[in-house]
């Protein structure tokens, strides 16, 4: 495969990917919802290997822990469970933008890292980590 898509926000996996022998240049894109699906980590990077140092110091100098008093035990296997805490619209949302970044990931190939929030509003702000 050319593309190699992330979307199980576990640091394991992202290590599994980054020690596997990909031996030829791929496109690798990851994407993670936060707590309550209030943002989105996306990271993409075209190289022989998943740089997995890199995407995880690139989300954890962008994140912003949940209060702890709001986060519980994780039921479920998911973000896509039905007992994760978020509305469907807004995993929808980061499905949508998901996406997008993976559209342009493709079009353009390059090491990115964005951190996309939703806003009370609705409306969603990027930043690059």
């Excluded at 990851?30 to 707590?35: C, D």
């Excluded at 943002?39 to 022989?48: I, K, L, N, R, V």
């Excluded at 035990?73 to 970044?101: Q, R, T």
């Amino acid at each position: 495969w050319n593309v190699v898509i992330d979307c199980t926000a576990s640091d394991a996996v992202l290590k599994a990917m980054g020690n596997f022998a990909w031996v030829t240049e791929r496109l690798f894109v990851s994407l993670s919802m936060t707590w309550e699906a209030k943002g989105m980590f996306a990271y993409s990077a075209s190289e022989t290997g998943f740089p997995a140092i890199d995407a995880m110091e690139r989300f954890m100098a962008v994140s912003v822990p949940p209060a702890t008093q709001r986060v519980g035990d994780m039921e479920g296997i998911g973000c896509w469970h039905p007992v994760f805490p978020a509305a469907a619209d807004d995993v929808n949302l980061w499905g949508a933008i998901g996406s997008k970044f993976v559209r342009s990931a493709i079009l353009n190939p390059q090491k990115l890292a964005s951190l996309f929030v939703q806003q009370e509003d609705g409306s969603v702000d990027r930043s690059d980590a």
